[in-house]
């Protein structure tokens, strides 16, 4: 007898800005289903609303939509921006957790991400979104083969080295995103209160103080403290001046390492690059540094 297969679906939903580049979107669904598959584009560019993929209703509407899909196993965030502010009391948790979609984004994404963790403890990934990483001409094999291959296996690994890191071997919950979002979610329900857990952030034209001040709300709010270790991607496009004097990125570094009551390490690849990783956000995960280079081994997450 002839066995067929069937393409999994993956759903593209607008929850925050529009595509800027329709031509440049349509490629990017090309380039899905030449991966092998079935496309179910929610999103509508000619729904666009003011700086929005569509109204907040049509938005809310394509994300349970897409989740009530028995077709689609991928939900797929078109881009971050901003939106997902908006949405976040609205949305049924419960139905996003018992669908078993694997929901894919960053950025702005990242507050749906901690609010499906922090209200049903269910897991989801930081990863590539169709703006850039798949409209992008010079498409990422890097970040494209981390995220099949983590989406598709039972057990993935990162590794990653930077000056300066130190020796550590922690294990607990995975968590974290952009550093923007966190913040903002501080002192809502929708921020997940992890115990023993490594958080990762990341954050793009943000300068240094900025940063270091995100981190020092979350520090004295209590939420660093809980943690095992803090795991820095990338944070760029940002602008130095001659007013700086030397505070840059490595001087705020050094302070916090000294100030902050946990490991601090870097060299994430991940953020608003064009090279990233997937990393599956509630898993349980072991981070191993020897001072050298250092593995972060994410596992007991769902996957195709």
Not at 11 to 17: E, F, N, R, Y
Not at 220 to 226: D, Q
Request: charge should be negative.
């Amino acid at each position: 007898m002839q066995s067929s297969t069937i393409s999994p679906g993956i759903a593209i939903v607008a929850l925050g800005g529009y595509a800027p580049d329709e031509v440049a979107y349509r490629r990017a669904l090309s380039v899905l289903e030449s991966r092998g598959f079935a496309v179910h584009a929610y999103y509508d560019p000619a729904r666009k609303h003011q700086r929005f993929g569509a109204s907040d209703a049509q938005r809310l509407a394509m994300l349970h939509a897409a989740a009530r899909n028995p077709d689609v196993s991928i939900v797929l965030a078109l881009r971050g921006g901003y939106g997902m502010s908006r949405l976040l009391s609205r949305i049924d948790y419960t139905l996003l957790a018992h669908s078993g979609k694997l929901f894919v984004g960053h950025s702005d994404f990242t507050a749906l991400q901690m609010g499906l963790l922090a209200t049903t403890g269910a897991a989801s990934f930081a990863g590539p979104m169709v703006c850039d990483d798949f409209t992008r001409e010079d498409l990422s094999d890097y970040t494209l083969d981390h995220f099949f291959g983590c989406i598709g296996a039972p057990e993935c690994v990162v590794r990653g080295a930077a000056p300066g890191n130190p020796a550590i071997d922690a294990s607990g919950t995975l968590w974290g995103g952009n550093l923007a979002m966190l913040t903002h979610l501080a002192g809502t329900p929708y921020l997940p209160h992890i115990d023993g857990g490594i958080l990762f952030v990341e954050d793009v034209n943000e300068h240094p103080y900025r940063v270091e001040r995100m981190l020092l709300q979350l520090h004295h709010a209590g939420v660093l403290k809980r943690q095992r270790a803090l795991l820095l991607g990338d944070f760029s496009a940002y602008r130095l001046s001659d007013y700086d004097n030397g505070y840059d990125f490595d001087a705020m570094l050094s302070w916090l390492r000294a100030e902050l009551p946990i490991p601090v390490l870097t060299g994430l690849p991940f953020g608003h690059v064009r090279d990233k990783v997937t990393l599956a956000v509630g898993a349980h995960a072991r981070l191993v540094s020897d001072g050298e280079g250092w593995s972060l081994t994410m596992r007991e997450y769902p996957h195709l």
